[in-house]
Structure formats: structure tokens, C-alpha cells
């Protein structure tokens, strides 16, 4: 008995060993992350000069392969040779060439093959630490900082382009203009709460930045945070902002906080062309309303619309007619 134990132990120490090595064997990858190995063979976002150059891509031929191509010394070939290596997983060898082309050519589409490559390869957090180095020794030249951002984009190569942007924004010559690039990007999916961290690192260092306020009052409405939308609101309201959606979010968030007199001030403050607005007339009668059930908002009538080819709101049109005001009334009164 003692003895079949130990041999099925061994059994379990040499199948492991075994397979490793022939699947090492069959296809010469240092990652074992089958999705990333997948994601490096197939990707075609590499920036390439010369497509035929490896025209045996065949694995059984890998080492073979990699012997004639590893003591290349024309910037084309190299390039080539690294996306070769990353290909078959060989990241180490594939981030060593990049990083000797951007050394000794400091060409943008060698930076960004190589944020392809660890991208790929999901190292992030050595990608940010690279980038730092390398933007902080082009700090000064801005046309080339920008060209990386552009093809990044030009290629859709959006989350890329959001981890290069975050470590632009942590400079501060260029943290604004970093900060709101990555802040619309993210509102344009659907992602406030990213959004929020770069338009609140603006306000940190611009105090009275017009579009970070403008955005973070559209994202504590959002948040259903009426207080903050009323903080952005009224500091934008005191810099003399004016924007239709401006005045509909502000409004909203005073309705909404119970600001109901404030609110019925602020819209009485607005320019008779503004007040045809129809969300803020809904606002606007909602204040009166919901201060003073009984009171007639008859007067919002000729703010209402009278161009038939605008779309009309029927609840709102008779809200305000007098027929509309004269059941209202006859609610609240109990008859």
C-alpha cells in the first residue's frame, strides 16, 4: 500500500511537469494566460512599415525564426522583430526592442507599439511608470505628446489612450487640457464617475473653470446630489454662465432640494426668450405650484409656444389654461 502511494504521488509530480513542457514545446509562450496569449496573436494594431517581412509566422519555426532576427540593426526590422516576439508571447524580448527604438529613434509609433504591447500583456502599472519617465524627458515638446494621444484615438484605442492621458494630466503644464480631454470622454460613455475625478482634479488647481463646473453639476444631478449641483450651479451662476441645459440642470436641482421660492426667483431672472424654454416653464410652474398649490399660473401662458411646427406638451398647455388652473384649484379645495 505504502508503495502504490508513492508512486501515484510521483505520477502527480511528473504530469504536471509533463505537460508544461510539451505545451512549452508546442508553442513557445512565456504567458500562460491563454486569453492574453490569444490577444498578442491576433492583434493587428501594431504599427508596422514593412507587413512582409516575417513571412514565415509558422511556431514549429519559432527559434529559428528568432535567432535570424534577433541581431537586426535597421529600425524597420527591429520594429518588425519585436512585434514578431510579442506575438508569440515573448514580451520581454519584444518590450527589450521597443524600448531600444524609442531610446535611440524617440519615434511615436515605437511608443505606441509598446503601449499596445504591455497593454495587451495587461501590465499597467509598469506602463505608467514608463510613461512618466518618457513624458517627463518630452515635456517640452507638445506636438509629440499630442501625436501619440491623436493616433491613439485615430485607432480607437480609447482605454489605451485614457491610462497615457492620466499620467499627461499628472503634469501640471499640462493637466487642464489633459484632465478635460479624459473628463468628456468618459460623459461621452456614459461614465460620470470617472468623470468626475479629473473635472474635481481641475477645480483643485482652477477654481472657477467654467466647464468643470458646468459638468459637475451634471453629475451630481446624476447622483441625485442636489446640494453639489446647487454649489457648481450658483458659483457658475455668480461668473455670469449662461446655457440653455445650464439653466434646465440648476433648475432641476433646485426643484428637486425643495428650493421652490429660490427657484421661482431664478427663472424670473431669466430673459422672456429664455423663460419660453419648455423645461423651465414645467420648472417654473412646478415652483409656484408645489409653494402655493392655490396659486394661479395663468401668467406662464405667454411663454407658451405658438409656432405649430414646435412639439407641444398638452399637460403643460393645460396646466396653464384656465380651464387647467380652475381644476387645480377646485383640488386643493377638496370639490
Not at 526590422?77 to 520581454?92: D, G, P, Q, T
Not at 493616433?151 to 480609447?158: A, M, P, T, Y
Not at 405658438?306 to 398647455?317: G, P, Q, T
Amino acid at each position: 500500500m505504502k508503495e502504490l502511494k508513492w508512486h501515484i504521488n510521483l505520477l502527480f509530480k511528473i504530469i504536471p511537469f509533463f505537460i508544461l513542457n510539451c505545451s512549452a514545446i508546442l508553442k513557445p509562450n512565456i504567458y500562460s494566460n491563454p486569453e492574453i496569449v490569444d490577444s498578442l496573436e491576433r492583434d493587428s494594431l501594431f504599427y508596422v512599415s514593412e507587413k512582409e517581412f516575417f513571412k514565415d509566422n509558422d511556431t514549429d519555426h519559432f527559434e529559428e525564426n528568432m535567432k535570424k532576427y534577433k541581431n537586426l540593426k535597421n529600425e524597420k526590422e527591429i520594429n518588425l522583430y519585436a512585434i514578431y516576439s510579442a506575438k508569440n508571447s515573448h514580451v520581454e524580448e519584444s518590450e527589450k526592442s521597443f524600448l531600444f527604438l524609442i531610446d535611440n529613434f524617440n519615434k511615436d509609433i515605437y511608443l505606441l507599439n509598446y503601449i499596445r504591447l504591455k497593454y495587451l500583456a495587461e501590465e499597467f502599472d509598469s506602463l505608467r511608470e514608463y510613461l512618466k519617465i518618457y513624458i517627463y524627458k518630452n515635456i517640452n515638446n507638445k506636438v509629440i505628446l499630442q501625436n501619440i494621444s491623436n493616433k491613439l484615438k485615430e485607432n480607437s484605442r480609447f482605454e489605451e489612450n485614457t491610462i497615457y492621458m492620466g499620467i499627461v494630466s499628472d503634469f501640471p503644464i499640462y493637466e487642464k487640457e489633459a484632465s478635460n480631454e479624459l473628463g468628456e470622454y468618459f460623459i461621452s460613455i456614459g461614465d460620470y464617475s470617472n468623470a468626475k475625478v479629473f473635472y474635481e482634479k481641475i477645480l483643485n488647481s482652477y477654481s472657477y473653470d467654467i466647464k468643470a463646473l458646468d459638468y459637475l453639476l451634471i453629475i451630481s444631478n446624476s447622483e441625485e446630489n442636489w446640494q453639489n449641483s446647487i454649489l457648481y450651479g450658483n458659483v457658475l451662476r455668480k461668473e455670469g454662465y449662461k446655457n440653455k441645459e445650464f439653466y434646465q440642470n440648476l433648475s432641476k436641482a433646485y426643484y428637486e432640494n425643495g428650493d421652490y421660492i429660490i427657484l421661482n426667483n431664478f427663472i424670473k431672472g431669466l430673459s422672456e426668450e429664455e423663460k419660453k424654454d419648455r423645461m423651465i416653464l414645467v420648472y417654473w410652474r412646478n415652483s409656484i405650484l408645489s409653494n402655493d398649490i392655490s396659486e394661479n399660473v395663468l401668467s406662464l401662458n405667454k411663454y407658451l409656444s405658438k409656432n405649430e411646427n414646435d412639439k407641444r406638451d398638452i399637460d403643460l398647455e393645460f396646466s396653464l389654461s384656465e380651464e387647467g388652473n380652475s381644476i387645480y384649484k377646485r383640488v386643493f379645495k377638496g370639490y
